[in-house]
């Protein structure tokens, strides 16, 4: 039966006869880092020498018996305390409301321990409880003249028994650590001090309020550039549920000693509607740091309570590990970080290997408030064909830790064929100071609203490749302000960085410019915003720049303009700004020799994920840096036109969906 568990023998994995298949590498320059060594992968075959199994619909199911087919074990914890190197654990459906605490990791690649849902399972593991028993209407406060008998209001005390693990997010604020560098002067520190906790309507999300009264009083209408002003210069996210599923007649207040919700519901509910809420701070996570050698395999994780990075404790954790395959799950409805792969804070003693030669491929990552993936001192990692959307939900963009995907000090990573989308109040994709010989690659970052850009490249001086990418639609998120140093608002942010490599990506639809630079001279160890090689890129209606470059030390060719406004390439010193035409660009500094303006239809949907583009009048350019293959794989010659597509057949518009390779 679909969703159950199967009847075979637990020594074989039947996914190992498709293995070979699934795991050949591309072509050289697809796995190509910027070092000009290849990306390796440690992945074997996987065999296994027993299996055990968990259902928690079955009517024999006991975490004291054997954890066979004909008696499994009722959570999947009680698989995480026995399991064994080269041993793995398969999940019939159902909904697992539990943290699941590996005790152990395999030891090596053909020895790994292995977490999945059995074919056709649908596996849900909830850091939430179901509040069922115990709701009464809501009582002790005021609303007279409020509208409050059109309101359906009611409260339920959260005990201790609800908290597994002696931990209530309704009680602890989001921040944690040090925050006495947020300039509360100018930062909205709302949400910071917000609850930790989420609560849910028949899966749907409700919207917190600050006071009680909020359960009543209008709402403003919430929409990707609509804001509430608290602070002059700042702005504070409107209603910050209704982007992602939630409704302005479903909300809830908690009372401050954090132990009473009260909650609003729409008052046409003829029934009692299921809520949940948040109970734990994570649904995987390893007790101690350093476990290698895991896979975690079709499984869906909602619901954490889990306070703002760092240190970065995602619904889904390695803590610390190296080895991990974390592939084809569901993460969502994270208060803070999806998933962590790496070391989690810059202070706390790594373990050996932390965060080394992960796999992260085929999930959907959604609904964080600050971060899908969270990653600290990483290497040797890959992150492919996931789909990365609605993050940053949260409003804490100048906390500095918001992002789609955000790596401080990776070594090797390469990035590749991901849909990052629908990002709000983050960067879709951050590498954050010492990141050397990475590379980003034909992947979709599309509709982000930030402060700062789709890519954020700060503090980096190695070699680093940004290339054969779409990155459209990005949008500032404080208006009427620079954002972050100027940067509100582009495509690529080049902060304080040298030797970055961007190459046939197609940049458009921008608020500020395509390629933005700044210098940060007080800050240790920072670059000039030099070497930087800026080569064979459509760029498009970007508000007020394509390219701005800060010295002569940096190259420019083979780029297309499209739609542009007058001076949009900018040659800016503290002596002075030079805002230029493509022939002037030529003309002062011998750039974009090989460019080229011109006119043509040009558009991209990032829900569709649908190209619009004539290329007709798009001219050929040398291959640059070896970059011989598009976003799908597809061989170029010597030479290829500009954006990251070849041979653009007579259909105006097109899919483009790198997974789909």
């Known amino acids: 039966m679909k969703g159950r568990l199967p009847v075979r023998s637990a020594a074989v994995c039947l996914a190992c006869t498709l293995w070979f298949s699934a795991q050949q590498w591309a072509a050289a320059s697809e796995t190509r880092l910027p070092d000009g060594t290849e990306f390796q992968s440690w992945e074997q075959p996987l065999q296994f020498s027993k299996t055990y199994y968990v259902d928690c619909n079955s009517p024999t199911c006991d975490d004291n018996g054997p954890g066979t087919i004909d008696q499994p074990f009722r959570t999947i914890g009680k698989a995480a305390e026995v399991l064994q190197p080269g041993e793995r654990v398969v999940i019939a459906s159902g909904i697992y409301r539990e943290c699941v605490r590996p005790a152990r990791g395999g030891t090596g690649p053909t020895q790994m321990i292995s977490y999945e849902a059995a074919p056709g399972a649908k596996v ?59 300039d509360t002067k100018t930062v909205d520190m709302g949400p910071y001090f917000r609850r930790r906790g989420l609560v849910f309507m028949e899966g749907r999300p409700l919207e917190p309020v600050e006071q009680y009264r909020d359960l009543v009083t209008p709402l403003q209408s919430a929409s990707p550039t609509s804001t509430n002003s608290v602070l002059p210069g700042r702005t504070r996210p409107g209603p910050i549920m209704q982007e992602i599923g939630g409704s302005s007649d479903a909300r809830f207040w908690v009372e401050h000693q954090g132990t009473v919700i009260h909650v609003r519901v729409p008052a046409d509910r003829t029934s009692q509607p299921l809520i949940e809420v948040t109970t734990r701070e994570q649904a995987f996570a390893p007790l101690h740091k350093g476990l290698g050698y895991i896979r975690i395999k079709g499984i869906t994780f909602q619901h954490a309570g889990n306070a703002f990075a760092p240190p970065q404790r995602g619904l889904v954790s390695t803590n610390g590990g190296n080895h991990w395959i974390i592939e084809d799950n569901t993460i969502e409805w994270a208060n803070s970080v999806g998933l962590d792969i790496g070391n989690g804070d810059w202070n ?28 600290m001192w990483t290497q040797n990692v890959l992150v492919e064909d996931n789909l990365i959307e609605w993050i940053g939900w949260q409003g804490a963009e100048r906390a500095w830790e918001s992002a789609g995907a955000k790596f401080h000090r990776a070594r090797n990573l390469l990035f590749r064929r991901n849909v990052v989308r629908h990002i709000r109040h983050a960067n879709a994709v951050w590498l954050d100071a010492g990141n050397a010989n990475c590379r980003i690659t034909g992947n979709v970052l599309a509709d982000v609203l930030t402060v700062s850009a789709a890519i954020h490249m700060e503090m980096n001086r190695s070699d680093i490749q940004i290339d054969n990418n779409i990155i459209w639609d990005v949008r500032n998120s404080e208006p009427g302000t620079p954002g972050q140093r100027g940067a509100a608002g582009s495509g690529i942010f080049i902060h304080a960085c040298d030797r970055l490599i961007i190459a046939q990506n197609l940049i458009g639809h921008c608020d500020n410019a395509g390629v933005y630079p700044v210098l940060r001279p007080e800050r240790r160890g920072s670059g000039a915003a030099s070497e930087n090689k800026v080569y064979n890129n459509i760029i498009t209606h970007c508000a007020k720049a394509a390219i701005v470059f800060l010295n002569e030390d940096n190259e420019a060719d083979g780029n297309v303009y499209v739609s542009m406004p007058e001076g949009y390439l900018g040659f800016v010193t503290s002596e002075s700004q030079q805002w230029l035409d493509l022939q002037a660009w030529r003309d ?11 006119s043509m239809p040009l558009d991209f949907d990032p829900d569709r994920l649908e190209l619009t583009m004539d290329a007709q009048s798009l001219p050929s350019v040398a291959v640059f840096n070896q970059i011989d293959t598009d976003m799908f794989g597809k061989p170029a010659d010597q030479k290829r036109i500009p954006g990251p597509l070849i041979n653009l057949d007579s259909a105006p518009t097109r899919v483009v969906d790198p997974r789909s390779l």
Not at 125 to 131: I, Q, R, Y
Not at 348 to 373: D, F, K, L, V
């Open 588 to 598: 002062a500094y011998g750039w974009d020799t090989n460019g080229a303006s011109v």
């Open 124 to 182: 849900i593991v909830k850091g939430s409880e179901a509040l069922k028993d115990g709701w009464q209407r809501s009582a002790g406060y005021s609303l007279r003249g409020r509208g409050s008998r059109q309101m359906d209001i009611w409260q339920h005390d959260l005990t201790g028994s609800m908290f597994p693990d002696a931990y209530n997010p309704f009680g602890m604020v989001n921040a944690q650590g040090d925050w006495s560098w947020l």
């Open 348 to 375: 706390s003693a790594a373990a050996p290997q932390s965060g080394e030669s992960h796999i992260i491929r085929r999930n959907t990552i959604r609904y964080c408030g600050i971060e899908g993936i969270g990653a």
